[in-house]
């Protein structure tokens, strides 16, 4: 499974570990990724997701998942997260 986070596209960065005598090595930063289920009031049902931390936050700041998926570019979504935007936009298009 990818280390990459399906809402935000955070993945793994590279960077060096330096040491008090400045000697450099390389090493990885992962991403804080969460197995989560997360609420869609459009379509009355919790969507698991696989995300980092940060775009759990991200997601409560801008008023839960569907308004989340609704502000964020296709580039950065993961396949299922953008058939559950195309979800969303159809039962909105519906309604309205």
Known sequence: ???RCELSGRTVQ???NVSHANNKTRRRFLPNLQQ???WSETL???VRFRVSV???RSVEH???LDMYLKGTP???LSSNARKI???IKKIDKIDA
Request: net charge positive.
């Open 44 to 46: 009355g049902e919790m």
């Open 14 to 16: 590279a960077g060096n």
């Open 36 to 38: 989560t289920s997360l």
């Open 85 to 87: 935007k195309r979800r």
């Open 54 to 56: 940060h775009a759990i």
């Open 1 to 3: 499974m990818t280390k």
């Open 74 to 76: 296709d580039s950065c």
């Open 62 to 64: 801008r008023g839960g």
